[in-house]
């Protein structure tokens, strides 16, 4: 049974950094697309940024280009999402997500797995 757990959200001041983890379980990590997605009360989830099975291609949303970066560790079998310089516009419940697919999707119908989502909430 594939699960993808999220972790590292919170509460944090406009300006500030918080780091998300994903712990993926229960499929061969290193042969997974990765990404991650955010949702806003109303609105579809949107991509945030992809990484590669290997980790040599990253993706990013223009929204979050230079301030977000995305890494993996597949001995650990873990994506990290490490986001600086935070903005009130970053709220929204995180979701991570594994595709078969190399290709880095930035749709939700690209991945084939999704963990429960974390609250990332930063303040003015």
């Known amino acids: 049974q594939v699960q993808l757990v999220e972790s590292g959200g919170g509460l944090v001041q406009a300006g500030g950094s918080l780091r998300l983890s994903c712990a993926a379980s229960?499929?061969?990590?290193?042969?997974?697309?990765m990404g991650w997605f955010r949702r806003t009360p109303g609105k579809e989830r949107e991509f945030v940024a992809a990484?590669?099975?290997?980790?040599?291609?990253?993706h990013y949303a223009d929204s979050v280009k230079g301030r977000f970066t995305l890494s993996r560790d597949n001995a650990k079998n873990t994506v990290y999402l490490q986001m600086n310089s935070l903005k009130p516009e970053d709220t929204a419940i995180y979701y991570c997500?594994?595709?078969?697919?190399?290709?880095?999707?930035?749709?939700?119908?690209?991945?084939?797995?999704w963990g429960q989502g974390t609250q990332v909430t930063v303040s003015s």
């Open positions: 997500a594994a595709s078969t697919d190399t290709y880095m999707g930035v749709v939700t119908t690209s991945y084939d797995y």
């Open positions: 990484i590669s099975w290997s980790g040599a291609y990253r």
């Open positions: 229960g499929l061969t990590f290193s042969r997974y697309t």
